[in-house]
């Protein structure tokens, strides 16, 4: 977080103000510093001036997202200040010269001599700011400055007529107020005053541009969803159909197997081949193959068990006919 190096100048980068560094190039550097008007100082690595110090024409046209850049030969030439008196207010003695009436005692022109110290011992009281001969870079209310300015006029003038009490014969002649408010000051102010509102229009506008977008966000977000439901509804409906579709081809199937086949010769079509070593036939299927065995010889027999035919071993018959409790 940096501030900005002019003499006066409390702006700074965390309150929202564009900072730019000096250059790099010697002869532009030059150029600043002789602007700066800043004797026997030199730049430090993060010294920087902030925007306020650059006109309207030392920057480029605005871009589209919105930030601004300044040209490669811009100088600062804005120092708006508020310009207060430079000698300090401590101490100071206020010549006041009357005149006489020469009519009257036609005596020499006297002086006499004021001071102010009691009157600007109640200004530093009331504005501190006045003490370190200091001011801040800009007003951010003008009817409080004018406040501030009128009453301390007032001072002095209350402190100008104590004087002409004392003195009924000598009238006075005094300087103005102790501030001066230049055009420069109430430029300046202006000049943040409006650039505040174009930061505050700037935000307006980039605030109904992100409205605007999350609407649109919004309404893809709904297409979104509707077509979310329709596929979604699609599947169900696919996988409903498809499930009924495989439940009947399924259900002709076996009414197509149970014509050829036993019920046991279809659970071996159903089992996998490593358990169908294992398997267990039933009388009527045993008797079926039997028949078949005898028919076509063992030759042709074997050739069908060849041809992934549901039918038991020539083993299994053979222990069907000859079993063990009859050897």
Same mark, same amino acid.
């Given at each position: 977080?940096?501030?900005?190096?002019?003499?006066?100048?409390?702006?700074?980068?965390?309150?929202?103000?564009?900072?730019?560094?000096?250059?790099?190039?010697?002869?532009?550097?030059?150029?600043?510093?002789?602007?700066?008007?800043?004797?026997?100082? =030199?730049? $430090?690595?993060?010294?920087?001036?902030?925007?306020?110090?650059? /006109? !309207?024409? %030392?920057? @480029?046209?605005?871009?589209?997202?919105?930030?601004? =850049?300044? $040209?490669?030969?811009?100088?600062?030439?804005?120092?708006?200040? /508020? !310009?207060? %008196?430079? @000698?300090?207010?401590?101490?100071?003695?206020?010549?006041?010269?009357?005149?006489?009436?020469?009519?009257?005692?036609?005596?020499?022109?006297?002086?006499?001599?004021?001071?102010?110290?009691?009157?600007?011992?109640?200004?530093?009281?009331?504005?501190?700011?006045?003490?370190?001969?200091?001011c801040p870079p800009f007003i951010d209310n003008v009817e409080v400055y004018d406040q501030m300015i009128h009453g301390n006029t007032h001072l002095l003038s209350l402190s100008e007529n104590n004087v002409n009490n004392e003195n009924t014969n000598v009238p006075a002649t005094t300087s103005s107020s102790i501030f001066n408010v230049t055009s420069s000051t109430l430029e300046y102010a202006l000049e943040q005053i409006t650039l505040l509102h174009q930061k505050l229009e700037h935000k307006e506008t980039e605030v109904k541009q992100m409205k605007q977008q999350l609407e649109i966000a919004n309404k893809v977000l709904?297409?979104?969803?509707?077509?979310?439901?329709?596929?979604?509804?699609?599947?169900?409906?696919?996988?409903?159909?498809?499930?009924?579709?495989?439940?009947?081809?399924?259900?002709?199937?076996?009414?197509?197997?149970?014509?050829?086949?036993?019920?046991?010769?279809?659970?071996?079509?159903?089992?996998?081949?490593?358990?169908?070593?294992?398997?267990?036939?039933?009388?009527?299927?045993?008797?079926?193959?039997?028949?078949?065995?005898?028919?076509?010889?063992?030759?042709?027999?074997?050739?069908?068990?060849?041809?992934?035919?549901?039918?038991?071993?020539?083993?299994?018959?053979?222990?069907?006919?000859?079993?063990?409790?009859?050897?």
């Amino acid at each position: 977080m940096t501030g900005c190096c002019i003499p006066g100048c409390r702006n700074r980068s965390e309150n929202g103000f564009y900072m730019k560094r000096f250059p790099i190039s010697k002869k532009q550097k030059i150029i600043w510093l002789k602007q700066i008007g800043r004797e026997n100082w =030199k730049p $430090k690595q993060y010294s920087a001036i902030c925007e306020v110090h650059f /006109t !309207k024409e %030392m920057w @480029e046209k605005p871009r589209q997202d919105g930030s601004k =850049k300044l $040209k490669t030969q811009a100088v600062p030439t804005s120092f708006p200040y /508020t !310009k207060v %008196m430079s @000698e300090s207010f401590d101490g100071k003695i206020k010549k006041l010269k009357y005149n006489k009436n020469n009519d009257e005692n036609n005596e020499e022109p006297t002086s006499i001599v004021f001071n102010c110290s009691q009157v600007v011992s109640n200004v530093d009281e009331e504005h501190p700011a006045i003490e370190n001969n200091s001011c801040p870079p800009f007003i951010d209310n003008v009817e409080v400055y004018d406040q501030m300015i009128h009453g301390n006029t007032h001072l002095l003038s209350l402190s100008e007529n104590n004087v002409n009490n004392e003195n009924t014969n000598v009238p006075a002649t005094t300087s103005s107020s102790i501030f001066n408010v230049t055009s420069s000051t109430l430029e300046y102010a202006l000049e943040q005053i409006t650039l505040l509102h174009q930061k505050l229009e700037h935000k307006e506008t980039e605030v109904k541009q992100m409205k605007q977008q999350l609407e649109i966000a919004n309404k893809v977000l709904k297409k979104c969803d509707k077509t979310r439901e329709t596929l979604m509804n699609c599947i169900r409906r696919y996988r409903s159909t498809n499930k009924l579709r495989v439940e009947n081809t399924l259900s002709q199937s076996t009414q197509l197997f149970q014509k050829v086949f036993n019920n046991d010769q279809i659970e071996w079509l159903k089992s996998n081949s490593s358990n169908r070593r294992m398997y267990k036939w039933s009388k009527k299927t045993i008797k079926e193959a039997l028949r078949i065995k005898f028919s076509c010889t063992n030759s042709g027999y074997q050739e069908l068990i060849n041809q992934k035919i549901p039918l038991p071993s020539t083993r299994t018959l053979r222990r069907s006919l000859y079993p063990r409790n009859n050897r």
